[in-house]
Nanobody, 121 residues
Framework: VQLQASGGGLVQPGGSLRLSCAAS????????TGWYRQAPGSQRELVAA???????HYPDSVKGRFTISRGNTKNAVYLQMNSLKPEDTAVYYC????????????????WGQGTLVTVSS
C-alpha cells in the first residue's frame, strides 16, 4: 500500500490550493484519513481529519479555510485550502488508517511522502 500526495506549490497570500492523496495497493478499506503539516523547525501538526463516517475535525488555525474530503474515486483524499496565509507554509502529509490484504487482512497507518506548500508574495 502506498499513499501519493500531490498538488503543492507556490501561491500568493489569499490564494487557494487543492492537495490530493491517492492510495494504491491491495486495499480493502480506508478508515480515518488526515492531513498534517510540518514547517521548518516545528513539529508535525494535524490540520484536518476525517472519520470513516464522514465526521471532520480542524484545529482553530485552519477552521473555516481548509476542507478535507474523500473523492468519487474512493481511494482519494483531498484537502481544499482557501484564504492561505504565509504561516500555512509547510510540507503537507496525508495519512490514512487502512485495512489491506497481504496474505491475511491487516490494518495499519500509512503516510504519503509530503508535498510542499509555500505561501508568499
Amino acid at each position: 500500500v502506498q499513499l501519493q500526495a500531490s498538488g503543492g506549490g507556490l501561491v500568493q497570500p489569499g490564494g487557494s490550493l487543492r492537495l490530493s492523496c491517492a492510495a494504491s495497493g491491495n486495499i480493502f478499506r480506508i478508515h480515518g484519513t488526515g492531513w498534517y503539516r510540518q514547517a521548518p523547525g516545528s513539529q508535525r501538526e494535524l490540520v484536518a481529519a476525517r472519520t470513516s463516517g464522514g465526521g471532520t475535525h480542524y484545529p482553530d488555525s485552519v477552521k473555516g479555510r481548509f476542507t478535507i474530503s474523500r473523492g468519487n474515486t474512493k481511494n482519494a483524499v483531498y484537502l481544499q485550502m482557501n484564504s492561505l496565509k504565509p504561516e500555512d507554509t509547510a510540507v503537507y502529509y496525508c495519512n490514512a488508517d487502512i485495512t489491506y490484504k497481504s496474505g491475511s487482512y491487516k490494518r495499519m497507518d500509512f503516510w504519503g511522502q509530503g508535498t510542499l506548500v509555500t505561501v508568499s508574495s
